[in-house]
């Protein structure tokens, strides 16, 4: 089970850039593992934003395409770098982390993983202001 912690939230105006991070405990045993961010705005349901497989393979929402960049640094802490913020973009953003399967690294995974095992962290919040 991996824990993790957010940060790097804020306001901010459209068009504006934030970089989120995520440490998640017990770095390396997450080094092969399938890492990634979801959110949720305000009233609404906890969607996915972007994934990073083992492989350094990612996946993005179509509503975060071309602006939002996932990695991952060689200490394991994930990012998400988010440019041309919308406020649309505004929620808690999340991030999550599960052990490498012989599967797809999807936000259902992802989801499923953190809710099974109580790991999701306490979030971070964006403010995006037109």
């Known amino acids: 089970q991996v824990h993790v912690v957010e940060s790097g939230g804020g306001s901010v105006q459209a068009g504006g850039t934030l970089r989120l991070s995520c440490t998640p405990s017990?770095?390396?045993?997450?080094?092969?593992?399938?890492m990634g961010w979801l959110r949720q705005p305000p009233g609404k349901a906890r969607e996915g934003v972007a994934t990073?497989?083992?492989?350094?393979?990612t996946r993005y929402s179509d509503s975060v395409k071309g602006r939002f960049t996932i990695s991952k640094d060689d200490e394991q802490t994930l990012y998400l770098q988010m440019n041309n913020l919308e406020p649309e973009d505004s929620a808690i953003y999340y991030c999550?982390?599960?052990?490498?399967?012989?599967?797809?690294?999807?936000?259902?995974?992802?989801?499923?993983?953190?809710?099974?095992?109580?790991?999701w962290g306490r979030g971070t919040q964006v403010i995006v202001s037109s």
């Open positions: 990073i497989d083992t492989d350094g393979s």
């Open positions: 999550a982390a599960d052990a490498p399967r012989d599967s797809p690294c999807t936000f259902f995974r992802l989801a499923v993983a953190a809710g099974l095992h109580n790991t």
């Open positions: 017990g770095v390396v045993y997450t080094r092969d593992y399938c």
